[in-house]
């Protein structure tokens, strides 16, 4: 179920090359890549997750409440993060020039389908 969810949402949007369901220790549950990704998705979730993880704390710190969502935009990648609950997270990297909205739309659809299997 986990690798159709990325695949869907990869090959769903305009400028997807990979997606994945991470926790927020760096370990991957699941990832799909379509076959010409400049990136190895798992080592861009692993690096991010630290990031991810720093963004909550300030979000906390500050009394903002939960992160639900962080992006971040290179010269080469956009890469979208979707928090799924305290343990895990589900991310699109996109070339610069994807449909970031349906890339965040895609995001927001699928997660209560991975919260719901992840039980």
Do not use: C, H, W
């Not at 993060?81 to 699928?110: C, D, H, Q, W």
């Amino acid at each position: 179920m986990f690798k159709e969810a990325l695949q869907g949402m990869v090959d769903g949007v305009e400028g997807g090359m990979a997606g994945l369901l991470m926790d927020f220790e760096g370990i991957p549950l699941e990832s799909y890549a379509k076959g010409d990704s400049p990136f190895d998705i798992e080592t861009v979730g692993a690096e991010v997750s630290v990031v991810v993880k720093a963004i909550q704390r300030a979000s906390e710190m500050l009394d903002a409440g939960d992160t639900r969502e962080v992006a971040f935009k290179s010269a080469k990648m956009v890469t979208l993060i979707r928090v799924l609950n305290e343990n895990y997270f589900v991310a699109i990297t996109m070339s610069p020039e994807g449909n970031l909205g349906k890339g965040r739309f895609l995001l927001r659809v699928a997660a209560p389908k991975l919260v719901e299997e992840l039980g």
